[in-house]
């Protein structure tokens, strides 16, 4: 059972450009979470997706970004028009269950290191 | 809503000592405290967690001690070994079912 896969692992986008950053869950998981990390931080939550549902996106930002999760298919988290405080890296966590008692636990992927020259 | 705290930022320990991390929160109605392990280049990873009706979990050389009254909650690795050197971070889930992390703990075991 592979875990949680994140493409690319690198990513080099010139401001203004649009970056996609891809997320295929765990095998049987249908619930997916995009974190952000800057250096010497922890992680921050941006969005909560089911299948073709946005459940929670209250930590991304309202401009510029957006995310999906089609029925088939990878979880997208797309970035319009970056700028260079969008470098970051992004991570994909998956779970099998809803949030709440027993549904807690992620496995994340190795993340996308997003770049913005 | 809810705040974490994490300390110390870095830490350094020799080679077959014990390491303690500690974490603060603010919400006394969060009930699940995670910790995870996130080595070079890698996503984090669960290495244990605790729920609000224990006291104490241990897991072979890793154990997370719970106290609710105070609002804090702390990482024990004993005998450490240099496979444990990685960034450390705590995790709250709050009444939302968000998890809200520390900033992180650099360990760094030195040989």
């Known amino acids: 059972n592979a875990g949680v896969m994140q493409n690319p692992r690198h990513l080099v986008r010139r401001r203004g450009q649009e970056a996609r950053l891809r997320c295929s869950p765990m095998?049987?998981?249908?619930?997916v979470y995009w974190y952000r990390q800057l250096p010497e931080e922890g992680l921050k939550f941006m969005v909560y997706?089911?299948?073709?549902?946005?459940?929670?996106e209250s930590g991304m930002p309202k401009e510029r970004f957006s995310a999906e999760f089609p029925k088939e298919g990878p979880s997208i988290l797309r970035i319009q028009q970056v700028v260079r405080g969008d470098s970051a890296a992004y991570f994909c966590a998956s779970s099998p269950l809803t949030p709440g008692p027993g549904g807690e636990k992620l496995f994340f992927g190795s993340g996308t290191q997003l770049s913005v020259l | 809503g809810e705040n974490v705290e994490q300390h110390p930022s870095t830490l350094s320990v020799q080679e077959g000592d014990s390491a303690v991390i500690k974490c603060t929160y603010s919400d006394s109605a969060s009930n699940y405290f995670p910790w995870y392990k996130q080595e070079l280049g890698k996503g984090p990873q669960l290495i244990i967690d605790i729920r609000s009706n224990v006291g104490e979990k241990k897991d072979q050389r890793i154990a997370v001690t719970l106290n609710k009254t105070a609002k804090h909650f702390s990482l024990h690795i004993t005998e450490t070994q240099p496979e444990d050197s990685a960034v450390y971070f705590c995790?709250?889930?709050?009444?939302?079912?968000?998890?809200?992390w520390g900033a992180g703990t650099k360990l760094i075991i030195k040989p």
């Open positions: 997706l089911q299948k073709e549902n946005i459940i929670d």
């Open positions: 095998k049987g998981h249908s619930h």
């Open positions: 995790a709250v889930m709050d009444s939302n079912y968000q998890l809200i």
